[in-house]
């Protein structure tokens, strides 16, 4: 009889506890900034408007020979490598002994509007590869792209099966646009002009893309901010959530060729899927892949379905290729915990065996 009488009253005292701290934290949480994000040393090598590329500084005397390049989703900032000490990707594969480097989007000036897929795959991305081996020395690189990231890098190695690249990982990469369900039916031809809304913008809106993404799980906004009252107690649960949250919410704009461009090419047409996009005069077409493949994508990812990323594996050209499905979602496949546990030491394997 004692004992349960001493277990409900530390129950008691622990919540009590918990609501007297969840009052100081409320406070301390509207007045703070937030923790910083982004704090590995890197170095800017390269910048031209929308484009950035930045190296690493090595936090290990012994490195792989091959170098590592990033390239983000165009929609959102790259920090999500690198949130912060012990949650950053980028701080993992240094600490592994890779050479990192990481293309990073700034939003598109007034004057970049007319960029397109072309400039992505056939300029920005060699040029940064270029500049890669430049400061390297090194004569092949591998290349990981994350989401939007990742299919720009797909599209670039359809176009370039000489490529420098030894080995290519993706995360979350969509292929088959008619299966990204409901993004598919926003942009649905019967009732979206994206003619007369670039028109009009010049640079597709980031709060459109926002409310794009945000409509995806309308009630996770909600649901989240009371999860946060209730652990607004706990330190490293609020961290978190307001480092995920400043991310989420940090959208880019596109620009307006190119969210035309992929709007009636890949969502309207599916014609990477197809093999039927091309890009400079050339065709993009999967079979010239032929280099090692991982493929990683999340389990319960709401932006990009299994099925719509499934065809990567399924029709490029390599022996050596591999698709894994990871507990998580989007964001938390990359970053956060469950990326610790699962993603980071998958993709440290997969590249390490290749990369000596």
């Known amino acids: 009889m004692s004992t349960d009488t001493d277990t409900t009253r530390q129950r008691i005292q622990t919540e009590v506890q918990r609501a007297l701290q969840r009052g100081f934290k409320g406070i301390e949480y509207v007045a703070s900034a937030g923790p910083a994000v982004g704090r590995t040393p890197r170095d800017v090598v390269h910048r031209r408007g929308t484009l950035a590329l930045y190296h690493y500084r090595p936090m290990v ?6 170098p590592l390049l990033m390239v983000m989703a165009l929609t959102n900032r790259g920090y999500i490598f690198d949130l912060s000490p012990g949650q950053s990707l980028v701080e993992y594969l240094l600490q592994r002994g890779y050479d990192v480097f990481v293309i990073d989007w700034n939003p598109p000036r007034p004057d970049e509007a007319g ?54 990982a993706a995360f979350t990469t969509p292929i088959d646009f008619s299966k990204m369900t409901l993004f598919h039916k926003w942009a649905d031809r019967k009732h979206f002009d994206v003619d007369r809304l670039i028109d009009t913008t010049g640079n597709a809106p980031a709060s459109m893309i926002f409310s794009a993404f945000d409509m995806l799980r ?57 093999n039927e996009l091309v890009i400079g ?76």
């Open 281 to 356: 005069g050339q065709r993009a077409e999967l079979g010239n892949i032929v280099l090692p493949v991982l493929h990683v994508m999340a389990e319960h990812d709401h932006i990009v379905p299994f099925d719509a990323g499934r065809p990567l594996i399924d029709n490029i050209g390599s022996s050596d290729k591999e698709q894994v499905v990871l507990k998580g979602g989007h964001v938390s496949l990359v970053a956060g915990a469950n990326a610790v546990k699962r993603m980071w030491p998958k993709l440290d394997d997969w590249l390490g065996e290749r990369s000596t």
């Open 115 to 168: 960029l397109r897929l072309e400039d992505y795959t056939q300029d920005f991305i060699p040029d940064c590869i270029a500049r890669v081996q430049q400061i390297s020395g090194e004569p092949d690189l591998n290349l990981v792209g994350y989401c939007m990231g990742g299919l720009l890098s797909t599209i670039y190695l359809a176009l370039h099966p000489k490529t420098p690249v030894r080995n290519f």
């Open 218 to 274: 309308p009630a996770d906004r909600g649901a989240g901010l009371i999860k946060l009252l209730d652990n607004l107690w706990d330190d490293e649960y609020v961290k978190s959530y307001r480092m995920f949250g400043r991310w989420g919410a940090d959208i880019l704009p596109l620009p307006g060729e190119l969210f035309r461009q992929v709007t009636k090419e890949l969502m309207w047409n599916n014609s990477l899927l197809n």
């Open 61 to 66: 005397d012994e490195i792989y020979r091959v």
